[in-house]
DNA sequence: ATGAAAGCGCTAACAG
DNA sequence: CTGTTAGCGCTTTCAT
């Protein structure tokens, strides 16, 4: 039933030329006659050759892919609902440009080296996608100084990394200081780990907004969190017995907004009245929800894309003119943080 | 900066062997002596060796990959909000085998015969993992028919083909006796494009449990949406100017279980007293509204797990006994089918 | 304008 | 036990 693949040299002796005149023909190289060209093309046509990727890469040491690397940690990848939006991004303008995408997870923290080295010199990949996970992983100094095309999702402290990342400190100091002008002065921020840098700007952000406002700064109300919604619920609990006071919440993603938005109706507190809420990630389930979440948007879809374009365009040899590139975030108001409508 | 890649060559070589000594240290053949491979092993450890997987795929014409095709329709994939889970449990699975996952979606409808035909035949992946979109593709056959390893995830009426599937009639047969089970006799069926299986299952489903309930199908009260929330709360006003009347909602999935939620509260109905409903896919937000939406879990990431399992057997040569999996989703229950608690 | 031949990196059949 | 050789399918000089 599966039919024997046929070859340009199979097609090349149905033609009666040789493979070299075919290859020539089916590139559409101006010194092969046209007429022969016209024959090659409709032999292979009717033979319905298709090429051996395969073969030709192994002839010209590229694959015409790129691989998108993520750690699949439990904060990261997978679970992240923008995910999917950041692999549409990247999909589409790949597909445009032809090139395939090589899904690449690693698995086990232990392996990750072997992994990364593996992808980074067997070849399968021309360049590489990086989501970092947290920015202790050794692996992607590695990877990023071995000078393989890569593009960086994240801040990197290099001048010569191809990055694209979020204003991850303008959101926080928006949402921080949307809070502060609608009256709140003792404002929670539950972080995510913290050796994601993604969490260290944030909590920066939320400083400096506390600053610029000449809020104090109160340990205590930093709260350092795992991103997901039962920790978040946890959170407010501790909170509660430690008897610390606080007027608002500002949470790193948005089930942990969730999370806390449960944990403090089970305390009888009401959003946002006695509690202003915002998060980060706009997902879905924050519009939906009562009181509906205020949050920050990640344009992931456009991170994805833009990313995709970077490393085409380095795969490609064309000049990547502003190696950086800084996505902006925006602050979506819905009705938890305590804005009035106007 | 950029290193040179070292070969087989290099590293034959280096330990004074030949290319296919070293080949045969490396895959560990007990015939080369013992000495030599720990020398080989030695010199490719220290020269950092990685096999060109491009190289070995030639000459062994597999590639140790498997391709997730899918078509990018608004109504699949990405905007699924199940794709996530479904790419994880595949994913899983094939890093435990290592083999690599090839992402491929198909752009627009027109060029999708040649994208499949294209990675069928160029060899980039040696198996195919197919997420289904209309019944009415005409390039699924011509896939399956060609004898490529593949795993359809769905039904196909043919019994050599590798297929899992979910018991999409079984889910609407639940579901729909829940809500008769609840007291509900006029029950809306808010429909899936009618072209896709999965729809035309349900909608099976749906009547059977009606007609095992004695109770008269009628016509009105099935009404064929898009799987968007905004089609479910325009189906909703409509059922309202054509004054149908009706006492629950069973909708194709949760958005547009969530959408009728919404247009019923503009009208002023009240879920579950009103209306009940019960949605498809148990998505986290079903779980987060008030009232929390009953739902039919859909073991998506299981499904995943089984198809790349599926796929790499057929790969590597293993009897598949049961060809076709049917997976059984699960009634979720909470408080928008009205079902009393006990 | 076309063909012959080399070679990308690897493995396997066959000698020795 | 190890080396020689051939060839996977393709592109690309270099001759003709």
Redesign the interface.
């Known amino acids: 039933?599966?039919?024997e693949?046929i070859t340009l040299k199979d097609i090349a002796k149905v033609a009666g030329v040789s493979t070299a005149t075919a290859s020539l023909a089916l590139a559409g190289d101006p010194r092969v006659n046209f007429k022969t060209k016209k024959l090659v093309e409709e032999v292979a046509q009717r033979l319905?050759y298709?090429?051996?990727?395969?073969?030709r890469?192994?002839r010209a040491k590229k694959?015409e892919t790129v691989a998108l690397i993520f750690p699949?940690t439990p904060h990261n990848a997978?679970t992240h609902p923008y995910?999917?939006?950041l692999?549409?991004g990247i999909?589409?303008v790949l597909?445009?440009n032809s090139f395939?995408?090589?899904?690449?997870?690693t698995?086990s923290e232990a392996d990750e080296a072997a992994a990364y080295?593996?992808i980074?010199?067997?070849?399968?990949a021309d360049g590489i996608i990086l989501w970092p996970a947290s920015i202790k992983d050794s692996n992607i100094p590695k990877i990023i100084?071995?000078?393989?095309p890569v593009v960086y999702l994240g801040k990197w402290h290099h001048d010569d990394i191809v990055t694209i990342q979020r204003d991850d400190f303008g959101g926080a100091y928006e949402a921080t200081e949307q809070l502060i002008r609608n009256g709140r002065t003792r404002i929670v921020h539950l972080t995510g780990p913290l050796d994601y840098q993604v969490s260290i700007d944030r909590v920066e952000g939320y400083k400096q907004a506390l600053q610029d406002n000449k809020i104090l700064f109160d340990p205590a109300l930093l709260v350092e969190a795992d991103f997901s919604r039962e920790m978040a619920d946890a959170a407010v609990q501790k909170l509660h017995e430690e008897s610390v006071r606080y007027d608002a919440i500002f949470a790193a993603n948005d089930r942990m907004a969730?999370g806390a938005m449960r944990g403090l109706r089970a305390l009888g507190l009401s959003v946002p009245q006695d509690v202003a809420v915002i998060g980060c990630d706009n997902i879905?389930?924050g519009e939906?929800?009562?009181p509906a979440l205020t949050s920050i948007h990640q344009p992931m879809r456009e991170i994805g894309r833009l990313a995709a374009e970077r490393i085409v365009a380095m795969l490609t040899g064309q000049d990547i003119t502003d190696k950086q590139t800084m996505v902006s975030s925006s602050l979506v108001v819905r009705e938890s943080c305590g804005t009035l409508k106007n």
Chains 1, 2 share one sequence.
């Open positions: 039933m599966k039919k693949n319905q298709v090429p051996n990727e395969i073969g890469s192994l694959a699949n997978f995910f999917v939006q692999l549409e999909s589409e597909v445009q395939q995408l090589l899904l690449s997870t698995p080295d593996k980074l010199r067997n070849r399968r100084e071995s000078g393989f969730i879905e389930t939906l929800i009562e």
